[in-house]
């Protein structure tokens, strides 16, 4: 650093960002010249509130303009994702403010990281909801680049190493009262609703259940809803507003959630989710989520930006992007995954330990990708970890698995960050492991990594050989993926209730 430059000037601030003209320019015009800097900290504050300043000043112009014109044959199309923009702007602005307003010791780095990560992906995911029906040319606020950038900026600044958490047999955030109620076998007497199809419980439909949830409750303690078996066939939204619900079924041959939206029309990879949760502290035990559009397109089964989120025992199944880890941090415990291609995708930081991956058959002439991965930005702290698991073949694939081609992933985003633990990989997997995206797209900027993995497919002799492929012989570095440094799992994971693992 220059002798001559003080820690107080903006310029050299900002010339320590990403992108300092975004930066330079929005400080100067929105930052009195009484509020310089003095250190890091008070820096990466006046960077968010700026952040957060465009944010709101797009929002309101782009509630203000209205949905975009477009041709009839696609007008409901366009009124659809306007209105998903309109709702991840809100999820942005939220982010951005708990994380200015967060009082000091009481949040960490990882925290505030984990949230701007968010940020930054709700106004991808916004860009993407257009593509999904066929709209790409669709010319959204000239400021939503200078907010793309003002919160990669932040995201430079905060970013800190991974945490270790410490905890019991459960990640930090699951409290020992959560712990208790989900070990239970006797849930439904503990429960504050009953779901019930046969007429036994207080309502017919998890929706009547929730909406009563939000009417009774006092308070943001744990409300528990018990569901009875039964196939419910409903579209189901969780919204910001409803944190720490948990659900609990039968088991999850028992209780059934399912839907069948894909995308087409004025549906979107995002609203064609069966079940939508984004309350933060969602938790959802011995159920099955389901989309039964079929392969021949996106269809979301369950769909979460849910922080603290977990999923103990759950069944998720769908063919084509079954489970949509969109964002926040999320675990997951002998669950079964059921898809084709990209049916883990996301980018939240996902923990699966003890899971069953099941690949099924997809239309002729597909390919099976098992994840595809959407980190954008190389200080998310976002990934998936995939620990103690197994990837085999559904029982329609088996009969004719040599047909057909089965990858671990795929980079969807520049950044794309998955990882294979200690996991039992089966003869359907590609000796290669891993697919492009196309052409050379990603290659280099990504990270995949294998760890001690077994079984027919494990052998790394023909692995892909990109700059981004690790084959991870180093237990620590392997150990920066697992429970307590990924998801900072013991600040959360006891409070769920979710048995787990801290480290390998």
């Known amino acids: ?119 930054l992906t709700n106004l991808e995911t916004c860009r993407e909801g257009f593509a999904d029906i066929g709209i790409s040319n669709v010319t959204l606020p000239i400021r939503w680049n200078n907010v793309s950038n003002l919160i990669r900026n932040t995201l430079a600044i905060n970013k800190v190493p991974a945490e270790d958490n410490d905890g019991s047999d459960f990640p930090g955030w699951v409290s020992e009262g959560d712990r208790k109620l989900l070990q239970s076998r006797r849930l439904a007497v503990r429960a504050n609703l009953v779901v019930a199809k046969d007429g036994s419980g207080n309502f017919h439909t998890i929706k009547a259940a929730l909406d009563m949830a939000v009417r009774i409750r006092r308070g943001n303690n744990r409300f528990v809803i018990y569901v009875k078996r039964g196939v419910y066939w409903e579209n189901i939204e969780i919204d910001p507003t409803m944190i720490n619900i948990m659900l609990v079924g039968e088991g999850m041959r028992k209780t059934i959630i399912s839907g069948n939206r894909g995308v087409g029309g004025d549906i979107t990879t995002f609203t064609s989710a069966t079940f939508g949760a984004m309350g933060e502290g969602f938790i959802a035990r011995g159920i099955t989520f389901r989309n039964t559009a079929g392969p021949q397109s996106q269809a979301v089964a369950l769909r979460t930006g849910s922080d603290h989120s977990a999923y103990y025992r759950c069944s998720f199944e769908g063919y084509q992007d079954t489970l949509y880890v969109h964002s926040q941090r999320q675990f997951y415990k002998q669950c079964y995954i059921f898809g084709t291609i990209d049916f883990i995708f996301g980018n939240a930081a996902v923990v699966f330990q003890n899971c069953i991956i099941k690949v099924r058959k997809p239309i002729y002439g597909q390919e099976n990708v098992i994840t595809a991965q959407g980190r954008i930005d190389p200080n998310q702290n976002t990934g998936i970890s995939i620990y103690k698991s197994a990837v085999m073949a559904a029982s329609d694939l088996k009969p004719v698995i040599r047909h057909y081609k089965t990858f671990l992933g795929r980079p969807w985003k520049q950044y794309s960050q998955t990882v294979y633990l200690q996991t039992y990989l089966d003869s359907l997997v590609h000796p290669k492991g891993w697919t492009t995206w196309g052409g050379n797209f990603a290659l280099n900027t990504l990270y995949y990594g294998e760890y001690r993995n077994f079984g027919p497919a494990s052998s790394i002799k023909r692995r892909v050989r990109w700059r981004g492929y690790h084959i991870i012989t180093n237990p620590r570095e392997a150990a920066r993926f697992t429970v307590s440094k990924f998801i900072s799992g013991g600040s959360w994971l006891p409070s769920t209730g979710v048995p787990y693992k801290q480290g390998l």
């Open 1 to 119: 650093m220059a002798q001559n430059v003080s820690y107080g000037d903006i310029n050299w601030w900002c010339s320590q960002t990403p992108y300092p003209d975004d930066c330079n320019y929005f400080m100067s015009h929105h930052v009195p010249q009484s509020s310089k800097p003095k250190d890091k900290s008070q820096f990466l504050q006046m960077a968010i509130q700026v952040a957060l300043d465009q944010t709101l000043l797009c929002q309101n112009h782009t509630i203000s303009l209205g949905p975009p014109s477009c041709s009839n044959s696609h007008q409901e199309g366009v009124k659809a994702a306007w209105a998903v923009c309109l709702q991840l702007y809100e999820s942005t602005v939220c982010q951005l403010n708990r994380t200015i307003n967060s009082i000091p010791g009481r949040i960490t780095d990882f925290d505030a990281q984990t949230w701007l990560s968010t940020a």
